[in-house]
């Protein structure tokens, strides 16, 4: 399996920020393994997501986030019939400018915050 370098060229450097809507289906071809210097986080509005890397594998439903580390190879399909989620990647180095440093040991974890599932939904809107 071939694992691809993800680079991201921001339109504002001032925002270094991408936020899409993405849709896997079961049918699709398989997502490239692909890494970036960058934190990404998907915030699952349907279906089920599997998302995985460095050995593990985690499962995300409607209302979960998932962050993904810095550095970490990983790859995203659908679990079952499809799934639908907005993506985030955030420049590293803007978020170390904010204080928020991003490191690169964990690979992932699935959020289940209120909080931050009312921060995407006002994003959405």
């Given at each position: 399996?071939?694992?691809?370098?993800?680079?991201?060229?921001?339109?504002?450097?001032?925002?270094?920020?991408?936020?899409?809507?993405?849709?896997?289906?079961?049918?699709?071809?398989?997502?490239?393994?692909?890494?970036?210097?960058?934190?990404?986080?998907?915030?699952?509005?349907?279906?089920?997501?599997?998302?995985?890397?460095?050995?593990?594998?985690?499962?995300?439903?409607?209302?979960d986030?998932?962050?993904?580390?810095?550095?970490?190879?990983?790859d995203?399909h659908?679990?079952?019939?499809?799934?639908?989620?907005?993506?985030?990647?955030?420049?590293?180095?803007?978020?170390?400018?904010?204080?928020?440093?991003?490191?690169?040991?964990?690979?992932?974890?699935?959020?289940?915050?209120a909080?931050?599932?009312?921060?995407?939904?006002?994003?959405?809107?």
């Open positions: 399996m071939t694992t691809l370098y993800e680079k991201h060229n921001y339109l504002d450097p001032d925002f270094p920020i991408f936020f899409h809507h993405d849709f896997r289906s079961c049918h699709d071809l398989p997502f490239s393994t692909h890494w970036h210097e960058h934190i990404e986080l998907l915030y699952i509005t349907d279906g089920l997501c599997t998302v995985c890397g460095n050995g593990i594998t985690l499962k995300a439903a409607p209302g986030v998932v962050m993904i580390s810095p550095n970490c190879t990983h995203i659908a679990a079952k019939d499809s799934c639908s989620y907005y993506c985030t990647t955030a420049d590293k180095g803007f978020c170390d400018s904010f204080g928020v440093p991003m490191c690169s040991g964990q690979f992932a974890m699935v959020i289940h915050d909080p931050v599932t009312e921060c995407y939904e006002a994003i959405i809107r």
